[in-house]
């Protein structure tokens, strides 16, 4: 367990002391996408779903996802987030909507949590505006693609 540094030598968990880390500019990015019915789809892209525009509050969502990650993962720091981007694109190739989501800070630990929560919040918004029309609707490919800044340097998927 001493490669995993969200536990102690006894194996319990704790939050990782990030005080004697370099503050550093660091950025994150995740994708995700939310796959549909070609109808739901249209719906969407169309702007006539019942609950509004749904990228646009999937965007917000994603936004105040990401602000609220250490409420909702118990052991991020709580970090000064500079930035968020929540970019949903149309993909008629899957059905469905493409999520990337960036965060920037500058500070002593990095923010990949924060762009996966981004991404997350976001998916299940779509999820949660057009469920009544499409219960088959899917949540996948949830991932890092960038991560850059601290120690570890940079990091990009292939």
Known sequence: MSDLTHFNDQGHAHMVDVSEKAVTSRVATAEGWVKMAPETFALITEGRAKKGDVIGV??????????????????????????????????PDLPGLRIEATVKTTGQTGVEMEALTAVSVAALTVYD?????????EIGGTRVILKDGGKSGRYEAS
């Open 129 to 137: 505006m057009v469920k009544a029309v499409d219960k088959a609707m």
């Open 58 to 91: 999937a965007r917000l969502a994603g936004i105040m996802g990401a602000k609220k990650t250490p409420e909702l993962i118990p052991l991020c720091h709580p970090l000064p987030v500079t930035k968020v981007t929540v970019d949903l694109t149309q993909d």
